[in-house]
């Protein structure tokens, strides 16, 4: 019985030493600081305790109360028109007649104001092994035209052996796709 009253008292000593030199515990959000009486010069401490005589503790949150709704500012400029929406427009090769001298633009057109984003084709699966296709644009100079709302798809089978002798000319079908933004108001 006095080894556990012996082991107790010395357990006691302990934790009654531990508070009294850990000290209570301070908060991470809270900064403390030591202000001069004499002249208010301040320094930031670690702990209120920390302060000397001739010094007062003070103490604040990182984190201040919300503070209240400031005024409305100014109303901003009216931005650009937005994408009302997107479409594709096909459109198979008028003049589908290929040779080895002919390189041939085809062209899709989307709506007036709106603009072509992107180009695409295709090409009947009978003639695939003999054309090919040499460029793909939008915005392609059409004279006059609005460019930005063109796809053009330029075909050739120029120094391809299958490619009939001019003026004997092959046919083909051949479709562009536009894809147009809408941007009309």
Not at 97 to 112: E, H, I, L, M
Request: aromatic share 10%.
């Amino acid at each position: 019985m006095k080894k556990i009253t012996l082991i107790l008292g010395i357990l006691g000593v302990i934790f009654i030493f531990m508070i009294v030199i850990e000290g209570p515990c301070y908060s991470a959000d809270v900064i403390y600081a030591c202000i001069k009486k004499v002249n208010g010069q301040a320094r930031i401490v670690s702990t209120p305790s920390e302060c000397l005589p001739s010094e007062v503790s003070v103490q604040w949150n990182q984190v201040g109360p919300q503070g209240p709704t400031g005024p409305t500012g100014p109303t901003g400029l009216t931005g650009q028109p937005g994408v009302l929406g997107f479409y594709v427009v096909d459109q198979e090769d008028q003049y589908p007649y290929y040779s080895n001298q002919v390189t041939r633009g085809a062209s899709a057109f989307c709506n007036d104001g709106d603009i072509a984003i992107s180009c695409g084709y295709s090409i009947d699966s009978d003639i695939l092994h003999i054309l090919r296709v040499t460029g793909v644009t939008p915005q392609f100079d059409l004279g006059g035209i609005d460019k930005t709302r063109v796809c053009t798809v330029f075909f050739n089978c120029i120094g391809n052996p299958s490619c009939p002798t001019y003026p004997y000319n092959y046919e083909a079908t051949t479709t562009v796709r536009a894809i147009c933004a809408d941007i009309t108001p």
